[in-house]
């Protein structure tokens, strides 16, 4: 929206002429109206950005790339893509069964909770983003390295 539309610029005239035929006593039914006319514009504007931003990422999301101007989200910073995580989070729950049969077998109970646990530990050191050591050599896209 710019500050200098004519067309609220217009609406506004229009409410000042109004004000002076009307008098003051319809001076809050005035700018309450206004407000609401400047708000709709300001809400259309809002929807017309959030709308292009988002088609703009299914744009990049769909070519494997960033969109431009946007920052680095969670898995982007990491260079990890929404497939790459599902796919470990999908792998570690495939070897979860084997892994609970043999601290079951082993250990009982408790070595069942304590292969959980390390389940449950790795994903969560995957999803925190903290083994960049495994990714040492690859870069994130966009860096000027």
């Known amino acids: ?3 200098r539309d004519p067309d609220l610029k217009k609406e506004l005239d229009a409410a000042l002429q109004t004000r002076k035929e009307l008098g003051a006593e319809y001076e809050s039914e005035l700018v309450d109206s206004f407000m609401e006319k ?4 300001f809400n259309d504007t809002a929807d017309r950005q959030v709308r292009r931003q988002l088609a703009e ?15 680095a989200g969670p898995d982007q910073a990491h ?3 929404v497939g790459e ?18 601290g079951v077998v082993n250990a009982g ?19 925190a983003g903290a083994l960049s050591w495994l ?11």
């Open 38 to 41: 400047v708000e709709q514009r």
């Open 135 to 145: 990714r040492r050599g690859r870069k994130p896209e966009g860096s000027g390295d």
């Open 1 to 3: 929206m710019d500050a």
């Open 57 to 71: 990422q299914q744009m990049a999301t769909a070519r494997g790339t960033r969109p431009y101007g946007t920052g």
């Open 85 to 102: 995580r599902f796919a470990f989070v999908g792998v570690s729950l495939v070897l979860a069964i084997p892994l609970s049969a043999i």
């Open 109 to 127: 109970l408790s070595g069942l909770l304590i292969t959980w646990a390390g389940i449950f530990g790795v994903n969560a050191v995957h999803a």
């Open 79 to 81: 260079g990890l893509g």
